[in-house]
Structure formats: C-alpha cells, structure tokens
C-alpha cells in the first residue's frame, strides 16, 4: 500500500480499489486539495 499524499485520512478513506462514497468523495477532494491525488 503506498501512500500518494502526507494525509492519512486520504489513504485509508481513499482506495483506489473501492468505490468512494460521495461523503468520502467529498473530504478527500476538500483534504487533498494542496496535493495531487489521482482519484480516477
């Protein structure tokens, strides 16, 4: 499991191997906005 952000929020809530809800969704768009996270 590699981490692609400093927050560990965005990587245990944002797998990209399972489908983000869109409360997730949104909190990992909102967190990760001063990093670059490939959501798609």
Known sequence: MH???GD???AHKG???SPLKPS??????LISTK???DFS
């Open 15 to 17: 797998p990209d191997r």
């Open 8 to 10: 560990p929020v965005i």
């Open 3 to 5: 981490s692609i952000c």
């Open 35 to 37: 990093t670059p996270v």
């Open 24 to 29: 997730q969704y949104s909190k990992g768009t």
